[in-house]
């Protein structure tokens, strides 16, 4: 009935008459949003039949009996991706704004396409942004600091205070080593450390080595020994503190479950050395982890293992070609239409920066990762996992939680993030964040607001549904609200202390030089 809808559509279009559409994009599809793919009956026809066959072949997928639920959603990924890379927006001959373009500019914007094909073929990359336009130290990450402490895995920076009174108890943040630490700390109006410091809080934060192939053989215990709990005795050490508040973000919070849990398991509750953990945007259950699951079967891993043994590392560039992968339409083929058909340059962003500055993951520690969280999806099994010669189990978790997820996170679904809630035993906060796994969190105090959050506290018996009803919705930023929550944990106010000391003197300022190696 819709093919014969469209046939008639094509019809009355051709003779000039108005039809409603048959087929309309997804609200979030802007390819084709130009008014030409409207106003012009060719083109209308051209857009209608491209989007009533795709959106008929993915349902003809999804309604086709007898396939099991992960193969479903794994072929109808490589099917999306096929059918978004043969849009007629993609290529010059069926994207009438390219060619208009090209008439107005007398072919200038087909030049300008093929020099940006060809620095991009260069650099092997499809650029987001120019990365000329940023510097890091120079205009982001500029937060004054020292690096206070450097081994193999990480250099250690604490912040300069910038109140003259702080709260006794450090915040010490870990961040995922998959990419570089400054994501929380772009530029002074974004930046989440500042936020935190202009607080009256005390922060320290990990800048992990980016990894060669000297470090294929360093394992997942060495970054929870060497890395967070190294950086977390030096908090507390230089603050004086007993303990410290920890954050962690995506595979950086996974590690912090991890490590609060041998914690707990090594010390005891009287002696444990953080007193309460945030967690922002990340999984401890994989057994649903979103669209990344459709490169994560026994056979693929087995083959990127081989592949990270004869280098010694997974290259930050392929990880990024996954995951710019799982939204190819805004993240490459925009790029694409953008830079090659309408001969522009992309404007500057700094998470789009951000986002091209990768890192390498060591062999045997990205293997483990892959093999223990996602395929055996161990941590959240009680006592599955032995980390640091311990038997690793979440309910030893006791101490107060805020978990943050983003509503349309493809990297960490919000509703597995939320199964943290069910696998910790302390209170537990739990907030739902508008946007996406960067946006989500990178989420500054701004008028007019530009986000909205929910927020209540979580039990172990919630779901995501049952929790969601009953979780309060306001407008604007989440970060006053943990505040609220975090504040009255971080002790009493005194005056602000040294930034480094004679046990660990200055080696350097912020944002160090890890994070600097390409």
């Known amino acids: 009935?819709?093919?014969?809808?469209?046939?008639?559509?094509?019809?009355?279009?051709?003779?000039?008459?108005?039809?409603?559409?048959?087929?309309?994009?997804?609200?979030?599809?802007?390819?084709?949003?130009?008014?030409?793919?409207?106003d012009f009956a060719t083109w209308d026809i051209v857009k209608e039949w491209y989007l009533t066959f795709?959106?008929?072949?993915?349902?003809?997928?999804?309604?086709?009996?007898?396939?099991?639920?992960?193969?479903?959603?794994?072929?109808?990924?490589w099917w999306r991706k096929s059918l978004n890379a043969l849009a007629p927006t993609n290529f010059f001959w069926t994207n009438p704004v390219a060619q208009r373009k090209a008439l107005e500019t007398r072919g200038e914007s087909l030049i300008r396409?093929?020099?940006?094909?060809?620095?991009?073929l260069e650099a092997g990359n499809v650029r987001l942004t120019n990365p000329n336009d940023f510097h890091v130290g120079k205009n982001l990450a500029i937060t004054p600091g020292k690096v206070v402490f450097r081994n193999r895995m990480l250099e250690v920076i604490h912040y300069v205070p910038t109140q003259a009174r702080v709260h006794t108890?450090?915040?010490?943040?870990?961040?995922?080593?998959?990419?570089k630490f400054y994501i929380l700390d772009l530029t002074p109006k974004k930046s989440m450390i500042k936020y935190l410091l202009d607080q009256g809080l005390d922060v320290y934060i990990t800048s992990w080595k980016?990894?060669?192939?000297?470090?294929?053989?360093?394992?997942?215990?060495?970054?929870?020994?060497?890395?967070?709990?190294?950086?977390?005795?030096i908090a507390r050490e230089l603050s004086g503190a007993d303990k410290v508040n920890a954050v962690g973000y995506c595979i950086g919070g996974a590690a912090l479950a991890t490590y609060m849990a041998w914690a707990n398991l090594r010390w005891g509750e009287q002696n444990m050395p953080v007193a309460s953990a945030t967690f922002l945007a990340t999984l401890v259950d994989y057994h649903h982890p979103g669209d990344i699951e459709v490169f994560l079967d026994p056979g693929t891993v087995d083959w990127l293992i081989r592949s990270m043994e004869e280098k010694g590392y997974l290259d930050g560039s392929e990880m990024a070609a996954s995951f710019r992968l799982l939204r190819s339409n805004s993240l490459i083929w925009h790029y694409v239409v953008h830079g090659y058909l309408y001969g522009e340059t992309p404007p500057p962003f700094d998470v789009l920066?951000?986002?091209?500055?990768?890192?390498?993951?060591?062999?045997?520690?990205?293997?483990?990762?892959?093999?223990e969280f996602y395929l055996e999806n161990k941590l959240i099994r009680p006592d599955a996992?032995?980390?640091?010669?311990?038997?690793?189990?979440?309910?030893?978790?006791?101490?107060?939680?805020y978990a943050v997820a983003a509503e349309d996170d493809h990297i960490a679904?919000?509703?597995?993030?939320?199964?943290?809630?069910?696998?910790?035993?302390?209170?537990?906060?739990?907030?739902?964040?508008?946007?996406?796994?960067?946006?989500?969190?990178?989420?500054?105090?701004?008028?007019?607001?530009?986000?909205?959050?929910?927020t209540g506290s979580a039990s172990r018996l919630d779901t995501p549904e049952s929790w969601k009803g009953k979780a309060t919705e306001h407008v604007g930023s989440w970060w006053p609200d943990w505040m609220d929550w975090l504040k009255p944990m971080s002790g009493t106010l005194r005056l602000a202390p040294k930034v480094d000391s004679k046990d660990y003197p200055a080696l350097g300022d912020a944002p160090g030089t890890y994070v600097l190696e390409p």
């Open 385 to 401: 996992l032995n980390v640091a010669g311990k038997p690793i189990s979440l309910e030893r978790i006791i101490q107060p939680v």
């Open 413 to 454: 679904p919000w509703r597995q993030a939320f199964r943290i809630a069910n696998a910790v035993e302390g209170d537990k906060r739990f907030v739902l964040s508008s946007s996406g796994h960067i946006f989500g969190i990178v989420n500054p105090v701004v008028q007019p607001p530009k986000r909205e959050f929910r």
């Open 113 to 120: 396409g093929m020099r940006n094909f060809l620095a991009d």
């Open 353 to 371: 920066y951000w986002n091209m500055d990768t890192t390498r993951m060591p062999a045997v520690m990205h293997g483990w990762y892959l093999r």
């Open 210 to 233: 980016n990894p060669t192939d000297e470090y294929r053989g360093v394992t997942f215990d060495d970054y929870l020994l060497e890395g967070i709990d190294r950086i977390v005795q």
């Open 54 to 77: 795709t959106h008929h072949a993915q349902n003809m997928l999804y309604e086709t009996p007898g396939l099991a639920n992960k193969e479903r959603r794994r072929a109808a990924f």
């Open 169 to 179: 108890m450090p915040v010490v943040i870990v961040t995922p080593w998959i990419n």
């Open 1 to 38: 009935m819709k093919m014969w809808n469209l046939q008639v559509h094509s019809w009355l279009r051709a003779l000039g008459q108005p039809s409603p559409d048959v087929e309309k994009p997804h609200p979030d599809d802007a390819r084709f949003t130009d008014p030409m793919w409207t």
